[in-house]
């Protein structure tokens, strides 16, 4: 399922990676880099994040991974910007090379939570 705040651009041009969880998508690092961007002023937080290696026409996921570490005292919509800032620092990280996609797993976060 695709997050209704993520931009139709970004919608058509996301791929579904092996064994996604149910808000898990993958883009191109530059992509997910500009969907993190777009998602801004959003609730929409990011649990979690895989790097893909694409060996023929299999999705391989490589040994790097980010893992949006328990907060505790924070705004849910602190925890969101917080979430996705950590996201695209790990992005950044990447050795572009190494890597073909990103996959990015969403959580929504409620104010009132």
Known sequence: M???E?????????IIPPEAGEYELAWT?????AVLDALDSSMLAVESAQ???VVGSVLIPTQ?????PA???DTESSRARKSRAGAASFIRKIQ?????Y??????????AA
């Open 2 to 4: 695709i997050p209704n």
């Open 6 to 14: 993520i931009p139709e651009s970004f919608r058509s041009s996301a």
């Open 29 to 33: 690092p530059v992509d997910a880099l």
């Open 51 to 53: 790097a893909f290696k």
């Open 64 to 68: 790097d991974a980010w893992l949006f």
């Open 71 to 73: 907060t505790s005292g």
């Open 96 to 100: 572009p090379a190494e890597v073909d």
């Open 102 to 111: 990103v996959s990015l797993g969403f959580s929504y976060q409620d104010e």
